[in-house]
């Protein structure tokens, strides 16, 4: 599929800058340029206004750029990258207050994005505001913990620590996730059983559930499932919250045929991330699209009886690109059956499954993490 002019000079832009600041690392040569006359809101192209900001950016008329995408925000107050593109060139002027409250706004309606939260924490940093910048951060691999870039920007921020145990572990998670990505999985492993055996079990810090994660994500690669599974259990004992850490547990109930095991992580996943609730009912061979996006999760109820075999069905429609999640909710509504990608690519599937009882069954449907924006078709068979 051929991506909008606008991704691509944002590609551009990515490679002019600093890596690590991937947009986020403001330096101080700003140029000033004589605004552009703009579109009234009545003639507005929104995408061909975007790819315009990002052309600004790229000549370094930030003033350009903000101005722009203030036309744009008149016209669609809901577009994230507006507030985003207009956040950078507020941080490339050095502007960090409107910077952090354009960022602000685009995680009001985009608040799955990992990657502006650890940009907008990059600004608190820079705003003289290290607490806020460390929320960011935890923030940001809450919606993803496998952020190399986080890792690194949770190093820079405790470099002046005193005893300098939390850099030396964030350091151990940037190594070993980097020799995991260069095909060095062993080395991997070695990094991180060192970075945790440096800690007292007893005394050991929420903090230490990034690592145990991480290594349970490079056992996860190499299906060793049962090491993976361990050391997600003790990330869950230090970080409870984690609802990436159930989703990864379910993950591997279910690629290992345990959907009764799966069932409670993914309903704990749903729940932690819900912001959006959908209600509806699910009727035999009458198919049901859901729209969904971030942190969205439905509940469609069905009636059943005991004995009866069921297959429920949750696809990604027309290859909108949303990656379907899964759990099947009893009578009592405790969690029965859970799916990711049973149904093939990453549609979720539960096949052939006999209820338990007579009464109201409850099936629940999000979005694992290959994709969370687009239609899903439910089907009851």
């Given at each position: 599929?051929?991506?909008?002019?606008?991704?691509?000079?944002?590609?551009?832009?990515?490679?002019?800058?600093?890596?690590?600041?991937?947009?986020?690392?403001?330096?101080?040569?700003?140029?000033i340029g004589k605004v552009t006359v703009t579109p009234t809101p009545d003639a507005l192209d929104i995408d061909r206004a975007l790819e315009e900001v990002l052309e600004h950016i790229e000549a370094e008329a930030y003033d350009d750029a903000i101005a722009l995408a203030g036309v744009i925000l008149r016209e669609d107050e809901e577009s994230w990258e507006a507030y985003?593109?207009?956040?950078?060139?507020?941080?490339?002027?050095?502007?960090?207050?409107d910077a952090i409250a354009d960022y602000s706004a685009a995680l009001d309606l985009r608040p799955g994005d990992g990657a502006?939260?650890?940009?907008?924490?990059?600004?608190?940093?820079?705003?003289?505001?290290?607490?806020?910048?460390?929320?960011?951060?935890?923030?940001?691999?809450?919606?993803?913990?496998?952020?190399?870039?986080?890792y690194s920007s949770l190093v820079r921020l405790h470099e002046r620590d005193r005893e300098g145990k939390l850099r030396e572990l964030y350091q151990?998670?940037?190594?070993?996730?980097?020799?995991?990505?260069g095909g060095n999985s062993n080395r991997a492993i070695s990094i991180l059983d060192e970075a945790i055996a440096g800690f007292d079990r007893g005394s050991a810090p929420p903090e230490l559930g990034y690592a145990y994660f991480t290594r349970a994500?490079?056992?996860?690669?190499?299906?060793?499932?049962?090491?993976?599974?361990?050391?997600?259990?003790?990330?869950?004992?230090?970080?409870?919250q984690m609802q990436d850490y159930y989703m990864a547990r379910g993950y591997i109930y279910s690629q290992t045929e345990r959907l009764d095991l799966a069932a409670p992580d993914f309903h704990r996943r749903m729940t932690l991330i819900e912001r959006e609730s959908i209600e509806t009912s699910l009727t035999l061979d009458e198919p049901v699209i859901i729209e969904m996006d971030y942190a969205v999760v439905a509940r469609l109820r069905f009636e059943g009886e005991a004995g009866q075999l069921v297959s429920i069905s949750a696809r990604d429609y027309l290859g909108t690109g949303v990656d379907p999640l899964l759990v099947l909710l009893d009578v009592d509504g405790k969690p029965l059956l859970g799916d990711d990608d049973g149904g093939g690519e990453t549609d979720a599937l539960i096949a052939n499954y006999e209820l338990p009882a007579d009464g109201?069954?409850?099936?629940?449907?999000?979005?694992a993490n290959a994709g969370f924006e687009g239609k899903i078709r439910m089907i009851l068979r």
């Open positions: 599929m051929r991506l909008p002019k606008r991704y691509a000079i944002l590609a551009a832009l990515i490679s002019l800058f600093s890596p690590l600041a991937l947009l986020l690392d403001p330096g101080a040569s700003h140029a985003y593109y207009r956040g950078f060139a507020h941080a490339r002027s050095e502007d960090w207050e502006i939260w650890r940009s907008r924490g990059e600004l608190q940093l820079k705003n003289r505001n290290p607490r806020r910048s460390k929320r960011d951060y935890e923030q940001s691999l809450s919606v993803n913990p496998r952020s190399t870039r986080t151990s998670i940037v190594d070993a996730t980097r020799a995991k990505a994500d490079v056992w996860t690669g190499a299906e060793n499932w049962d090491s993976a599974l361990a050391d997600l259990k003790a990330a869950l004992e230090l970080q409870p109201a069954y409850t099936v629940m449907v999000s979005h």
